[in-house]
Every structure is written in C-alpha cells, then in structure tokens.
C-alpha cells in the first residue's frame, strides 16, 4: 500500500519554521518511501479563511521546493461531512448537547471542589440543541487510549483524565478533532506527522475514529518542539520565528530546507551539509529524536553561507539585486548612486565573505556613499591609538594628488609612505576610505572612484585628527 501523509496547517498569516519543519519532515518520509504528500488546510476557523493567509502558506512552501501530489484541499469545503459526523455521533450517545460556557463549569467545579474544568455536568440532563449549545464528545469513563508513535514509542492515555470535549462550537461548526479524524479517513491518509504540541489531542481523535467506526488508523509521528537558545520553545513574540522573513533576508532555499531537516534528525554519516537528494535518500522517520530541537542562527547562517559561496558569482550577483538595491534591504547609499559595474567587480570578494544576502551591503556601502560614517571601534583602535596616523594620511593625500589611478600603483603608493615612516600605513588608508579596518580587498574597488571622493574622504578622516 502507498504511504499516504498529510501536511495540515491552520492559515495563522505566516508560515511558522515549526510548519515548515513539519512539512518538509512530511514530504521527506513520502518521498524516502514512495509515497504521496496532501496538503490539507484547516479552515475550521471561520476568520482564517482568507486568500493572503493560504498565499502564507502555499508560497513559501513552493519556493522551499516542498511540492504536494494532492490538494490544497480546504476543511472548509467539506463541513457538511464534519456536521453529518457530529450528528451520527449524537444519535449513537457518543456525543450530547451542552449549554455551559467555560466559566459556568469551572463555577460549577468551585462549588464541588473540583479543580477548574469541565466535570461532564450536562451528560445525562438530555438537553436539546439550542443557539448557545455546544457539542461534547462523551468520553469513556474507563480504559485507556494506547496508540504507537513512531518516534516516542508506545503511548498510553487515561480516559478518566480526559474531559468530554467540544466536537461542535456554539455556532454549529465543528472543531478540528472531528474534521481530522472524517477527513483522516476519507483521504486514505495512513501516517500523520505533526509537532509534539498536537500530541495530547491525538487520543481524542482517536476516539472519534473508534466511535464513528472509520476503519483502519493512522501511524502517528509527533515531531520535537522547536526551541530557542534558552531552551524555551519558539515564540513569534520574543523570536524570528516567521519562514518568509528568512527569505527576505537573503537565506536562500536550499539552505532553509537543509536547516530544518537537522532539527530533530541527522544524518547517519554526520555530514550535515548536502544536496536534498541525498537527504532524501538518509532519511528515516525511526530516527528522529524524541527531545526538543535548537533552532540555532548561528548554524543556519554557517549552512547558508556554505550554500552561497557554492554559488556561481553570476547567480550570486543576481541574486543579490533586491538587497544591493534596497529591495529587499535597508542600505545607507542613495539607490541612484549604485553602480552595478562596480559591485560586480568586486562580488566575488563579498560571496566569501556573506552569511545571507542581506548582509552584503555593509560590504559595499562605502563604495556608493558620499561620506563614510567610522566604525567607532575601528576608529579608536586604527586612528586615535594608532602609530603616526596624522603623517600616514598626509603622506598617502600626497601620494595620490597624481599617482596613477590603478589597483597596483594605489597599493604601492600606501605601502611605500608606511615604509617611509617605519608605519602600518595599510589600515588607516582602509579606514578612512571606507569607514572600517576590515572588508574586502580594497584596491581594486577603490580604483573605481573617482580620484577626488577617495582624496575627499582622506581629507576628512585628517582633519578629525
């Protein structure tokens, strides 16, 4: 039989990396064993039906290159088969109607000196449905849901433990349990692979797939949470959590997808870094870890820079325009002062130096800005404590009053008035011409200017000496 795994977000805006990792940890077991991924959006939720929120969701998807064999299908779209579902659960005394709202039932538990939850109040009262009646699931009183999970071994789950939950809201639509299990088993899916924090509603559905008699169940996988470097799981409040802004900032695709598959697995060989196709190839869902994952920048911005010096400097250049130009990426140069020919010049010194794209343009901006702003660190450590800066700089303004206007008579020219003066002469002439003492080779790029901007700039640095 076909593996049949589903992918099945809820439209929140974005695309959360933990989504994403899902997703991919989806298409990776489908395409390790042959099998067919569905995406399946679930619009339960009647405000997060929206174009802009799918668009969240498919797009990113498309450009990580994570492709689907069916679908998008919307839960939305299949309500009708949701409601049947609830009622035929009614009729058997699976389910009943309840009138309480959540601060009635934990009143209700304060009185009894319950803690604070739904304690099955309106069971047994035979209530009919009504405008501000919701549906709950009758959970056995006994027994326990056992199920094996393919990364986390064998899982048990105390019925007693578990309150009747909602099946159907006050306003007649299902909740997602219920259109996980019917829709589960009308799409033939037969594994589920989704993050540690949908673990505890899988007994639910579980029971819902007992109760409805849907045949054969899912093999279910619950992935590791995704956690910061304090170890706390990831917050789009208090962390870079949305895929699409890594995108923005020049991670490139390749690089994102290599990332999130070594987020709670990794290769047998330890190699961590290679072609998709070969990870396709590793990859098995037994050896996923069990513990939470560090969603580390640090090794994604190693990954992609791996990736982007791996690049032909023609397409690192193309790649480049939204972030040179100031698409994509704030840069301190008037756009209308950049001059492609001379980024090109010198992009192939900038590619080996980038964690992502966006980081190019503190390499270049001095090459497209009128003045320079000092590094204060560079500054204090090159000019204020370095050795007869103040005749440096007199001399090298001299020397290039009428030196030839070339890369090799520039660089002679500096190292012949440090040698003059028994002085670093190097790395001042690199500050005040481009603002910091470290960056790319510089005299090639500096025989782009004109003459007068790099005497200009000389001058300037001289005179706040």
């Known amino acids: 039989m076909t593996a049949r795994v589903r992918f099945a977000p809820a439209p929140t805006g974005f695309l959360h ?39 969240a969701i498919v797009k990113p998807l498309q450009t990580l290159g994570i492709t689907w064999d069916e679908g998008p299908y919307y839960q939305s779209q299949r309500q009708q088969f949701h409601v049947d579902a609830v009622n035929q659960l009614v009729e058997k005394g699976h389910a009943y109607f309840c009138n309480l709202t959540r601060d009635d039932a934990d009143a209700l538990a304060a009185e009894a000196g319950l803690p604070s939850g739904y304690h099955g109040w309106s069971r047994d009262k035979g209530l009919p449905d009504g405008p501000d009646s919701v549906v709950r699931f009758r959970t056995p009183d ?48 037969s594994h589920v692979i989704r993050g540690e924090d949908l673990l505890n509603t899988t007994p639910k559905v579980l029971l819902l797939w007992d109760a409805l008699d849907l045949g054969d169940k899912p093999i279910y996988a619950h992935l590791p949470l995704l956690v910061n470097e304090q170890r706390k799981k990831l917050s789009k409040r208090r962390d870079d959590v949305s895929l699409i802004e890594f995108l923005t900032r020049g991670y490139l695709p390749a690089a994102l997808v290599n990332h999130l598959a070594l987020l709670g697995w990794g290769p047998p060989d330890d190699i961590e870094i290679r072609p998709i196709e070969e990870i396709v190839e590793l990859f098995k869902l037994e050896n996923v870890n ?15 820079g791996e990736y982007i010096r791996a690049l032909p400097v023609e397409e690192f250049i193309a790649l480049a325009e939204p972030h040179v130009y100031g698409v994509d990426t704030e840069v301190t140069y008037e756009v209308a002062n950049y001059r492609p020919m001379v980024f090109e010049a010198v992009a192939e010194h900038v590619q080996q130096r980038v964690a992502k794209l966006s980081d190019i343009p503190q390499f270049i901006e001095w090459l497209f800005v009128d003045q320079v702003d000092y590094d204060e660190r560079s500054w204090t450590k090159a000019m204020k404590k370095g050795k007869q800066v103040p005749e440096i700089l007199d001399g090298i303004i001299e020397a290039f009053t009428d030196v030839e206007w070339n890369a090799e008579a520039l660089n002679a020219a500096v190292g012949a008035v440090g040698d003059a003066l028994g002085a670093r002469s190097q790395v001042p002439a690199r500050v005040a011409i481009t603002g910091r003492n470290s960056g790319i080779p510089m005299w090639d790029a500096v025989a782009m200017l004109d003459r007068d901007v790099v005497l200009g700039r000389l001058r300037a640095a001289r005179d706040l000496l």
């Open 17 to 55: 990396v933990g989504s994403a990792r899902s997703a991919l940890f989806n298409w990776l077991y489908a395409q390790s064993v042959g099998g067919e991924l569905i995406l399946r959006i679930e619009d339960t939720d009647a405000a997060l039906r929206k174009p802009e929120f799918i668009d």
């Open 142 to 189: 006994e027994g326990e849901v056992v199920f094996n999970d393919i990364i986390r071994g064998e899982m048990r789950f105390t019925c007693a433990e578990l309150e009747d939950f909602v099946i159907r809201r006050s306003d007649g639509t299902p909740t997602f349990l219920v259109a996980n299990a019917v829709d589960d088993a009308d799409m033939s899916i």
């Open 290 to 304: 069990k513990g939470s994952a560090f969603f580390d920048i640090a090794k994604l911005d190693h990954i992609n």
